[in-house]
């Protein structure tokens, strides 16, 4: 710990970890703040401090939780949650790069990586493996799913269905992430399965042939490409984005050619 780098309050913090000049960890708050082991606190980071949530009353309990192995970067706030029954999470081997922000009450899973200035409001879902561009915004309660990659600039409103890329302003589909899920070792014949049923969920030979909905459906009850479990949990995730209280998906367009 560097004599400049500051923790404050109800901190509980793992064996191993290096706050770096400047860094403030915890505040004099009801509630805690938890950080794993081998975290490493860069300069001027602020980690487990009051939300900027309106809602929040001074003397509610508030929690933020931090596995281990984070590299969490210069500049970077993470913020406790908004009330005493929910906490803002932060799971292991993340790279969360400089001038992020993580608001109240997000949910962040591991192995993600957030380029420079990656914005995430309050109540953001973010699973596993995700990789984001800097500078990117993503809107209060979206979902961001497992292996997908969001584009440097994106302004992300809906939520972004796993192994999918995204880009722009306000982010749209742009296919899938090829390059991310050769990475994290997925097979060939998974990829050619889920390139396949993307094609016909999204871009359609004959635009006026089925609904949206009818697609969805057409490719769960394939009997190919419903049998292979990347596939059925692409769907899933596109599913649970209809539901209640979600936000839907990222906008497409329908190509009329692959």
């Not at 710990?1 to 793992?14: Q, R, V």
């Not at 490493?40 to 192995?69: R, T």
Request: aromatic share 6%; glycine share 10%.
């Amino acid at each position: 710990m560097h004599p400049s780098s500051h923790i404050f309050g109800n901190t509980k913090l793992g064996s191993h970890c290096v706050l770096m000049t400047g860094a403030v960890v915890g505040d004099d708050l009801s509630g805690r703040t938890v950080i794993g082991c081998n975290n490493i606190i860069g300069h001027h980071a602020v980690v487990g401090i009051k939300c900027q949530d309106m809602k929040y009353k001074l003397g509610d309990e508030c929690f933020l939780d931090i596995g281990d192995n984070n590299e969490i970067r210069e500049f970077t706030s993470i913020h406790r949650s908004s009330k005493s029954c929910d906490r803002t999470v932060i799971g292991d081997n993340n790279l969360i790069m400089g001038s992020c922000h993580i608001a109240h009450d997000c949910k962040i899973g591991n192995n993600n990586i957030f380029a420079n200035s990656s914005l995430l409001a309050g109540h953001v879902i973010v699973e596993d493996y995700v990789h984001t561009g800097g500078p990117t915004v993503v809107h209060q309660f979206c979902h961001i799913g497992s292996f997908s990659f969001i584009g440097g600039g994106s302004v992300v409103s809906q939520d972004v269905p796993k192994y999918m890329m995204v880009s722009g302003d306000r982010a749209e589909l742009r296919g899938l992430n090829f390059e991310g899920l050769r990475r994290c070792g997925f097979q060939v014949t998974e990829i050619k399965s889920l390139r396949t049923a993307y094609r016909k969920i999204f871009m359609p030979s004959n635009t006026n042939s089925m609904g949206f909905d009818e697609r969805l459906s057409e490719v769960e009850h394939n009997e190919d490409l419903g049998s292979v479990p990347a596939v059925c949990s692409m769907l899933r995730s596109i599913r649970d984005s209809f539901t209640e209280n979600r936000r839907g998906i990222c906008k497409f367009r329908q190509w009329s050619s692959s």
